[in-house]
């Protein structure tokens, strides 16, 4: 069972979440699993705006709990980035929070109440069934549907709790998304599966962290970065048991300061949309600023060349990082093409990163494969898509996008644009326009309006010589 002890749970949990200032109990997220199986039963998929709020929380769990599939959308998502999310995912309602824009499907809210509900059947179905379909960008085209079962699901969250000590007496804390596989299935379904209270801070500032009182806190580096940056937050959380860090590399002066501030060295975990969370640092095990850890239980890694061969496991080798693991997505929705091309011929994931592995197992992440995706805030974005939607400008005659060095943000996206000739565009006015097509956490922080984009014989462009 997915969600073990919400449903297991003796009593019931007063407090078992909290959105800001908004709590719920254990009985009105099971009742919400009653409400949302009368209201939606039998439907295939449903795609929930996914704010953070309570509304979030009740739909995707009582659709989990009812055992329709969740399709999580982005809570800033823009015009055409949802009309592909609905298009592409076949969902046949929104539930929850309702869209300013429904393309073309009916909404269906939450119902609050209902409390005592404290028994509940898990529907018949398997394990095998598919509990997520998370949309995560490519280096090209629209973002792809990760489709993630519920077996893949439990196997990862039972390996994290196994590796952090993760136990119903904790309180984790965090203000992530509840759209992505860090905010909504390590924070919010890890914690109904472990049963601890769990508490979303609706923004991850440094000061709502100093004040939740937690035991776990998760984090991107820009929150770790942000935190270390207010002395008097980050001592608050010296009472805390666990800092963890992931989603993207955690700079070694961060990590530092975090010792420094509040007296933890940072768990640091690795993983991604397709494979789930994979590596970490363990609690009883040693915590290398710089490296995230071993392969967590059931997961096995290897390093490979670019011709698949494997390369030695020294600390030092750069390869290929690939992974096998129970906790792997099922494929890409609608993609075959896509999904075998991201499995070798023995059934090893492709994860895209570069990595080295030392004598011990410990892992570093070097860096991505392609400089077309890219990691902002923790966010992943493909360089094709923003490409894509700028083209779509009648002022963008040309143009190419990259990730440049970002203190705050690890990457901050940076669009090259040449001006089509009968009148270019303004650099907000773009930057807004990608906000309004994608979401707002794809927009380019910066334009740069160029006379021509450095390409090679071929005519392709050499995003390289944009690099520096
Ligand atoms: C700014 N805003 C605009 C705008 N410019 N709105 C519309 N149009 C424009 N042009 C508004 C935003 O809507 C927002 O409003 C406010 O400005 C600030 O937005 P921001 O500047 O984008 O926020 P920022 O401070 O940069 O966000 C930093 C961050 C965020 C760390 C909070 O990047 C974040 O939440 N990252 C987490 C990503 C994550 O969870 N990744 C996990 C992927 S899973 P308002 O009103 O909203 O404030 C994964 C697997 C694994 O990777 O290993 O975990
Ligand atoms: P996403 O699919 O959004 O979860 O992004 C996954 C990618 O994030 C991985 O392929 C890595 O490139 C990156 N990533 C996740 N965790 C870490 C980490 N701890 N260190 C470095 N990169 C990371």
Known sequence: MLLSSLVSAADDIAD??????????????????????SDLGGARRVAVLASPSVSTVLAVT???????????VPADVGAAEREHIVTDSGAQAWLGERPDDLAGLPHVPVRRGGEGSSS??????????????????????????VLLSRRALAADLDALA?????????VLVHGLPLYHVHGLVLGLLGSLRVGNRFVHTGKPTPAAYAAAGGSMYFGVPTVWSRVVADTAAAEALRPARLLVSGSAALPVPVFDRIVGLTGHAPIERYGSTESLITVST???GERRPGWVGLPLRGVRTRLVDEDGE???HDGATIGRLMVQSPTLFDGYLGRPDATADAFDADGWYRTGDVAVIDADGMHRIVGRESVDLIKTGGFRVGAGEIETALLGHPGVAEVAVVGLPDEDLGQ??????????DGGARPEELIDYVAQQLSVHKRPREVRIVDALPRNAMGKVLKKALLT
Do not use: H, M
Request: aromatic share 6%; net charge negative.
């Open 310 to 312: 494997s390369v030695q």
């Open 412 to 421: 901050r996206i940076v669009a090259f644009v040449v001006a089509s000739p």
């Open 282 to 284: 363990r609690v009883d």
């Open 120 to 145: 509940f059947t898990e529907p018949a179905g398997s394990q095998d069934d598919t509990a997520l379909i998370i949309y995560t960008s490519g280096t090209t085209g629209p973002p792809k549907g």
């Open 162 to 170: 196994e590796a952090w000590q993760w136990a119903a007496d904790d």
């Open 62 to 72: 009582g659709c989990l709990l009812a055992g329709i599939p969740v399709v999580p």
């Open 16 to 37: 078992a979440v909290r959105v800001q200032d908004t709590v719920l109990s254990r009985g009105e997220l099971i009742a919400s699993a009653a409400s949302v199986s």
